[in-house]
């Protein structure tokens, strides 16, 4: 099945299957197999099957780029060994001098990425709360390159209108960079919505098992991929064919994990919200969320993430961590299993404790992956770990 075809014909659920992933030409095999080689025969120097070198490309992640490409309604994918080699890539399209505008609710390990290593080389960086559109516009200067949003963010649940920032950048000559992570291209495209990346942590929801660490890139120019394309090998945060495999395998699966992670947490959602110890419910599902209408319409469901706070703060978030027995006190996400976790002290520890505290991250702040088990099952052990 010719990849435009697929692309353009079939629907996402058929497309996460498909795309990509013509049974195998040798052997019929219907799954694509783990090219597991580093290098390939040439008939004569420099006359090959088009693979010459497995940093370079390999047919397992050719597949995998073509699968993910389709699901975000893009023309190219870009596979990584991590979603930090991703974003760190990405970077190399900046040089010295040039200036991003961050959303100030990201991924803890994004803004050390940021701010403690490519600082050094000279890179600059404003972080703002883009979902406030006055802030945004006041934060780009002329050297400008590069917005970097998150939708929803981590942890905080905060919604970025994605086709206004597009707007915004695009005007003053800079490209927008969503991570993409949070809601997985089932439930949010922003290439469509007019973003020039779209990147993930495919740990996460695309891997959806927990057992890979993965990142992948999504664009649609030419130009740009072209650009990316030349640094994913030049730079070579590339990923195995093993882990390209399991990520493969995961996304088949996706439409179904994601449908099933959406309907726990906003039952999740609902139960906490009408706690009497919980006092703030961060779910965009949730039509109490201040950017409800926005989710609604960017995006075609609100997946498994949010936090919560307890009354009693730390001491009692830390009871509630501990005497939970289905979800798991760890940190990541977007895996099948449900994970509890407290981002300050975790997955956003290397956030300084003062902009933590601007940010409103507070130390009792508790975040929820909301896996796929029995929704009772789910709500049971959130009511024990409560009482
Ligand atoms: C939203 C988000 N982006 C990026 C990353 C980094 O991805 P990785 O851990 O695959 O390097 C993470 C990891 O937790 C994340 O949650």
Known sequence: MNDHDVRRAYGFATRAIHAGQDPDPATGAVNVPIYATSTYAQQDVGVHKGWEYSRSGNPTRA????????????????????????EDTLMHLLGQGD?????????????????R?????????T????????????????????????????????????????????ARGARVVVDNTFMSPYFQRPIELGADVSLHSATKYLGGHSDVIFGLVAV????????????QNAVGGVPGPFDC??????????????????????????????????????????????????????????????????????AAAR???????LFFLAESLGGVESLIELPAPMTHASVPAEVRRELGISD???????????????IADLEHALA
């Not at 009792?364 to 789910?378: A, P, Y």
């Open 245 to 314: 495999f399991l990520v493969l395998r995961g996304i088949k699966t996706l439409a179904v994990r994601m449908r099933q992670h959406e309907r726990n947490a906003l039952a999740v959602a609902r139960f906490l919200a009408g706690h009497p110890k919980v006092v703030a419910v961060n779910y965009p599902g949730l039509e109490s969320h201040p950017q409800h209408e926005l989710a609604k319409r960017q995006t075609s469901g609100h997946g498994g993430m949010l936090s919560f706070e307890v009354e009693g703060g730390t």
């Open 117 to 125: 290593v490519l600082e050094r080389h000279g890179l600059c960086f």
């Open 364 to 378: 009792g702040l508790i975040r929820l992956s909301v896996g796929i088990e029995e929704t009772d099952d789910l």
């Open 99 to 115: 200036h991003v505008v961050v959303m100030d609710d990201v991924y803890g390990g994004t803004r050390r990425l940021f701010s």
């Open 319 to 325: 009871r509630v961590v501990q005497r939970t027995r």
């Open 220 to 231: 649609h120019d030419d130009a740009l991929y072209d650009e990316l394309h030349y640094l």
């Open 127 to 170: 972080y703002v709360d883009a979902s406030k559109r006055d802030q945004l516009e006041a934060a780009f200067t002329p050297r400008t390159r590069m917005v970097w949003i998150e939708s929803p963010t981590n942890p905080l649940m905060k919604v970025v209108d994605i086709s206004d920032v597009s707007r915004m950048a695009h």
């Open 63 to 86: 597949a995998l780029e073509a699968c993910f490409a389709s699901l975000e309604g893009a023309r190219h994918g870009l596979a990584f060994a991590s979603g930090l080699a991703a």
